[in-house]
């Protein structure tokens, strides 16, 4: 069975690490702040301005006034500081982000990323997510694996305008755990029930298949 948004958010959660600065983008991403392992210390990064951003507010924590790049309410960690989006912009493009999580429309054997535009729909715009992959080494990227007619979003050239070229080393969608290297997306685990052929046939992408494929573990 293919994974819910927040299955996806716990598994790419499972790749944080301990001391991490991590950027949460739009989307799924934005979901892993609710899953950050106990005891693990990890501060997130909006690009609006907040570094220790915390996890989605009850209604008693609930402050209108703190939000994340997408406008959602947010809580703040201990030791949260608030700046301008002209310095989080500089923590971006200076490299000082350890871990970037991204959604997308497509990604592409290559490791191109679409992300931000639609022709002919309405979308928010870019935000930060060109500056993100320009300056981040780490970067993964969460999404379904095909779309609702059950096209494939993982391509042999992505089809949409580019937010990068030749950035992402890792996805992590509904179906599978992907790694992107040497012209090819390669096949690390599978989602719980989800067979190996269900993935070969909504990858258009060239797909190398070991000969074992373990199932995600949460």
Known sequence: MALSREQLAQRVAKELQDG??????????????????????????SENGLLGMGEFPTEETLD????????QTVTAVDGASF??????????????????VLGAFEVDVNGSIASWM??????????????LVAGADNIIVTMMHADKHGNSKLLPVCELPLTGYGCI?????????????????????????????EIIAKTAGKLVVPEHVEEMKF
Do not use: C, W
């Not at 991490?20 to 990064?45: K, R």
């Not at 209108?64 to 406008?71: C, E, F």
């Open 83 to 100: 700046f301008s989006s002209a310095e989080s912009f500089a923590m971006i493009r200076g490299g000082h982000v350890d871990l970037t």
């Open 169 to 197: 080393k890792r996805v992590i969608t509904d179906l599978a755990f992907l790694e992107i290297k040497d012209g090819a997306f390669h096949l690390l685990e599978r989602a719980p029930g989800v067979s190996v052929e």
């Open 20 to 45: 991490f600065y991590v950027n949460l983008g739009i989307g799924i991403p934005t979901l892993v702040a609710n899953y950050i392992p106990q005891g693990m210390q990890v501060m997130l990064q």
């Open 118 to 131: 639609i022709p002919g729909k309405l979308i928010k715009g870019m935000g930060g997510a060109m500056d």
């Open 64 to 71: 209108a006034d703190l939000i994340n790049a997408g406008k």
